[in-house]
């Protein structure tokens, strides 16, 4: 048997073709441009990357984008001010705030400044709580694009048992409260949970999202599983090791090309929703 391959890249591609007519048509109904506001704190040229990448994908589905991008010495106070004015500014429909950023800056505190209504990004306390309770909210990127993938090959969630390693704000937790609300039964490891090989050894569905390269090994998964990696390190190496899972597994996401395409195309996604609600 040979994998399905969940290829994030050839669906993000299309999604894009499907934003851009909704984009224009957004417009000529004499709706607002969407924009994009990007923050970026600091240095760290992978972060860099990622929002250079979010702001070409605007361009290319005719959205705009608002870049700002503040210095490494930046005070949690500097960037809850740039928050406020961009919470404010009437042109701003989603708001992004590029995580990591340096360590003297309270993040929880300035994701959850962002209003909600701009939260495309799925960062805030009030968005998790509001999409974990079933409610509307716009969900955090990375769970957000893994969903819709998951959607687009028809993978079968409810009853399944689903494995999520891995427990951050914007990852490992509201990946498990998506699977739990497809009806899925999930179970949340981490770094620090003792039998992470058995529990792995009984996922239908394994989410490998604990930021670890290839924490998770190829021989604890079971024939059939769908194996979802979220971890990009340098090298094409997701948290999952895949020796010899093409062969075995019912579907798999590569990396790269698999989850990290469909992060962008959320928030491109969701930056196009809150313009929709506000025309
Ligand atoms: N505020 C946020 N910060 C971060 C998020 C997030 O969703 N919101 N996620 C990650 C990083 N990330 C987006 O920000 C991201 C990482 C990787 C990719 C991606 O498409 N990777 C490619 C490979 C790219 C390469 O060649 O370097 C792939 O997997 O195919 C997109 C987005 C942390 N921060």
Known sequence: MSALILDGKALALSRER?????????????????????????TDPASATY????????????????????PQSTTTAELLDVIDNLNNDPQVCGILLQHPVPEQI????????????????????????????????????????IMTLLKHYDIELSGKHAVVVGRSPI????????????NATVTICHSRT?????QISRADIVVGAVGQPELIKADWIKDDAVVVDAGYHPGGI??????????RVAALTPVPGGVGPMTINALISQTLEAAEREA
């Open 238 to 247: 997701g948290d999952i090791e895949k020796t010899g899972l093409e062969d």
């Open 106 to 145: 309270n993040e929880r505190a300035c994701f959850d400044a962002i209003a909600i209504k701009k939260d495309v990004d799925g960062v805030t306390t009030q968005g998790f709580g509001l999409m974990a309770m079933g409610e509307q909210a716009f969900g955090s990127a990375t769970p957000a694009g």
């Open 18 to 42: 499907q934003l851009h007519m909704a984009v224009d048509k957004l417009l000529a109904g004499g709706g607002i441009k969407p924009v994009l506001a990007t923050i970026l704190v600091g």
């Open 171 to 182: 990852l490992g937790k509201p990946m498990a409260a998506m699977l739990l609300n497809a």
């Open 51 to 70: 929002v250079q990448m979010k702001v070409n994908d605007c361009g290319r589905v005719g959205m705009g984008s608002l870049r700002v991008d503040m």
């Open 194 to 198: 003792v039998d992470l090989a058995e």
